[in-house]
């Protein structure tokens, strides 16, 4: 006869009953040793929290679709975007970046929007943020950088003193830092927030003819932000409000959406660019080089459970398809080492055996052992290749074209040589992209945040800020200085 009630059971299966009471030398006496379920109840919760993530800790998240909608494949040869139409699902993070994982979603920070599409030829990791630029270009300053957004060693507090300090001696910050301390800087919620793959990575068609490409995922929406009187009101209202407003509007079927495009630079208009288009602190002007419509997004699905999904979700940079590839660009050149080093520090060795991170292909590799091994650990078949008993190939096919790299000495160059501007397109931003009120929000913002600065080095810390931004635009730096009474 069929028994169809849900027992309590231990890990191994094991239906038990003393799930409340220790096992005990009478009623007041001590706990037994032998009190199995005991052990494994405390064991289990001990190592409920797995480590944090350094940075972006507090994230959200949702499934959808991606659906192909203009033809793009004179560009690239990649499957997904062989014909309009296509369609795959995708799983995407949210997150704030510079706080733990109980920090609010209204904080001055800028957000992750990291995007899993799950195509027949393998994972596609496109993990950005929600601005096009980033602080820094080079990955050996990233740990820096990245301290003196957490907390003051000696105090244990956030510091405006390590903040300022750090960027007033690293210029080519400014871009980012403007935008941070625009209106931009607090979005007001996950889906009224573009995102931007921000780095430069390569298209390659089918005939082995190489772009280089920017991607953009503009909100559905419509952009909405917070000034910072409403975020602080907010942090202290509702923390989760990001959360919160994703959740609820994917529940009641009001499902966010953003278009995506791609920005297209052939590699002779990047030879003779103003700029370097491998530099993460620069953009490219859409002017010279327009917004190209591929695709929309939906997210139409919140997940089941958080920790397994939005949790264990672990994406890479380096996780890319046939068709799509990397750069020169410093950063991302780190970040494909760091992204998957971090994941192995957090989830183990087989972190893409976890079902949020699983490709939806079949996979075939000599990958073997290590924790957490649940795929059948490639059962009797060799472990090494090549081998005279299975067909896995490797396919020519799939071969990149080689790249023509200049023949320069190696050399740790200096970032302050002489093709770098820290100051123009924070300029432009600021004048031409920017309303008066907007202007009028970033330089209170700018005040607001500078006053926080403390300590004997002071004076000298904002000095140095305000020259930079006396370079930036002098209206700026001169209403700045005197909102700090210098």
Not at 282 to 295: D, Q, R, T
Not at 456 to 476: A, G, Y
Request: charged share 30%; aromatic share 12%.
């Amino acid at each position: 006869m069929k028994d169809d009630k849900k027992r309590l059971t231990t890990a191994s299966g094991r239906p038990y009953f003393e799930n409340e009471d220790s096992m005990t030398v009478g009623k007041r006496g001590p706990v037994l040793l032998q009190d199995h379920y005991l052990h494994e109840k405390l064991a289990h919760f001990n190592r409920e929290r797995i480590p944090e993530r350094v940075v972006h800790a507090k994230g959200s998240g949702a499934f959808g679709t991606f659906k192909v909608t203009a033809d793009i494949s004179k560009y690239t040869r990649a499957c997904l975007f062989s014909r309009v139409g296509n369609e795959c699902s995708v799983f995407v993070r949210f997150s704030t970046v510079g706080g733990e994982k109980g920090s609010a979603d209204s904080e001055r920070d800028p957000r992750g929007f990291a995007v899993k599409l799950y195509t027949r030829e393998g994972n596609w990791d496109l993990v950005g943020n929600n601005t096009p630029v980033f602080f820094i270009k080079d990955a050996k300053k990233f740990p820096d950088f990245i301290h003196t957004q957490k907390r003051d060693p000696y105090t244990n507090l956030k510091s405006p003193t390590m903040m300022w300090d750090y960027w007033s001696l690293n210029p080519e910050s400014l871009h980012q830092v403007m935008i941070l301390f625009s209106d931009r800087g607090t979005p007001d919620g996950f889906r009224h927030m573009n995102g931007y793959g921000s780095h430069t990575f390569s298209m390659i068609n089918d005939k082995d003819e190489r772009v280089w490409v920017k991607f953009h995922f503009k909100t559905d929406q419509g952009n909405k932000t917070l000034t910072g009187a409403q975020a602080d009101e907010m942090r202290g209202k509702d923390p989760d409000f990001a959360q919160r407003d994703l959740v609820e509007a994917i529940k009641s079927k009001k499902f966010p959406s953003w278009t995506f495009y791609i920005q297209v630079m052939t590699e002779e208009q990047a030879k003779k660019f103003k700029w370097n288009p491998f530099d993460l602190t620069k953009i490219w002007p859409h002017s010279e080089f327009p917004l190209i419509e591929a695709g929309r997004m939906e997210l139409n699905r919140v997940p089941e459970n958080y920790f397994a999904d939005v949790e264990q979700a672990a994406f890479a940079p380096s996780n890319l398809i046939d068709g799509i590839g990397l750069s020169p660009d410093k950063m991302l050149q780190g970040r494909i080492f760091a992204y998957p080093d971090a994941h192995r520090y957090r989830l183990g060795g087989n972190y893409e055996q976890i079902p949020v991170n699983r490709p939806v292909c079949p996979v075939h590799n000599y990958q073997r052992d290590g924790h957490m091994t649940v795929n059948g650990n490639g059962g009797a078949a060799p472990n090494y290749y090549p081998n005279s008993y299975d067909e896995i190939v490797a396919d020519k096919k799939y071969k990149e074209p080689g790249q023509q790299l200049n023949s320069d000495y190696a050399d740790s160059y200096d970032r302050n040589d002489n093709e770098d501007d820290h100051y123009t397109q924070p300029g432009d931003l600021f004048r031409k992209v920017m309303t008066h009120q907007q202007r009028e929000n970033t330089i209170n913002n700018f005040i607001d945040g500078m006053s926080g600065i403390e300590g004997p080095k002071r004076e000298e810390i904002i000095k140095r800020q305000l020259e930079h931004f006396k370079k930036v635009d002098s209206e700026l730096a001169d209403k700045v200085a005197k909102g700090l009474g210098f």
